[in-house]
């Protein structure tokens, strides 16, 4: 299996209050991804990173911020959580362009 | 843009039962990679098929099989003779490979796949 490690992987927060979502790979892969999952839509994107400090927006990226200081990295910040952003978060990790993604097992965020 | 499509939303078919996943995909690209994901009840996401735009041949791999035609810009998925365990969650996915930026994987809404005893 990948090295992806998520965390945490369950969280109840309040809204309005900050959130940190980790994802760690061991695998010193270039891509890491993050994803939210919620019934209907599938899996959206929502940041994505191609090297350290290099990020771009995905499909969804409003009321999220993302950084990479080092390659086994990423962070997911919600600035200030609201309700809308209760979801499944996955990481997901690629080596390369045309190659598959690995996933994380994902983090269960619920905002109260 | 890139795009992916899965119109089926629910299929539920008997045990034994053959069926096909729809994936319709969109890309300007004419370099791209197209994927399969499995995503069974216990939630973790995994991966089936790699398939990249300039090979056009069919993949067999036991009861599954995959169909991937530029024509029609689709790339089906088929379960021959259907088993309980193949109930789950099913996404196609896209990237495009870019060498002016980078490339994302782009996923569909799933099929949720049920099969019945």
């Known amino acids: 299996d990948a090295g992806i490690t998520q965390s945490p992987r369950h969280k109840v927060t309040e809204t309005g209050t900050p959130v940190t979502l980790r994802c760690h790979q061991t695998?010193?892969?270039?891509?890491m991804y993050w994803y939210r999952q919620d019934p209907g839509h599938g899996l959206r994107l929502i940041h994505y990173?191609?090297?350290?400090?290099?990020?771009d927006k995905g499909e969804v990226s409003d009321g999220y911020s993302v950084s990479r200081s080092k390659t086994e990295d990423f962070l997911l910040t919600l600035e200030s959580a609201t309700s809308s952003q209760t979801s499944v978060y996955f990481c997901?990790?690629?080596?390369?362009?045309?190659?598959?993604?690995?996933f994380g097992q994902g983090t269960r965020l619920t905002v109260v | 843009a890139q795009k992916v499509t899965q119109a089926q939303t629910e299929i539920s078919v008997v045990e034994k039962e053959d069926v096909t996943l729809d994936c319709v995909y969109e890309?300007?690209?004419?370099?791209?990679?197209l994927f399969w994901y499995k995503q069974p009840p216990s939630g973790e996401l995994v991966f089936l098929i790699r398939?990249?735009?300039?090979?056009?041949q069919n993949e067999i791999s036991g009861r599954y099989s995959w169909n991937f035609q530029k024509s029609t810009s689709s790339f089906n998925f088929t379960i021959t003779a259907s088993q309980v365990v193949d109930s789950a969650v099913y996404f196609c996915?896209?990237?495009?490979?870019?060498?002016?930026?980078?490339?994302?994987?782009?996923f569909g809404s799933g099929t949720r796949l049920s099969i019945r005893p």
């Open positions: 996915a896209l990237s495009e490979l870019r060498y002016s930026s980078a490339s994302k994987i782009i």
């Open positions: 990173s191609y090297g350290v400090k290099d990020t």
């Open positions: 398939r990249n735009s300039f090979d056009e």
């Open positions: 695998e010193n892969h270039r891509y």
């Open positions: 997901a990790i690629s080596d390369s362009e045309h190659t598959e993604a690995f």
């Open positions: 890309t300007r690209d004419t370099t791209y990679y």
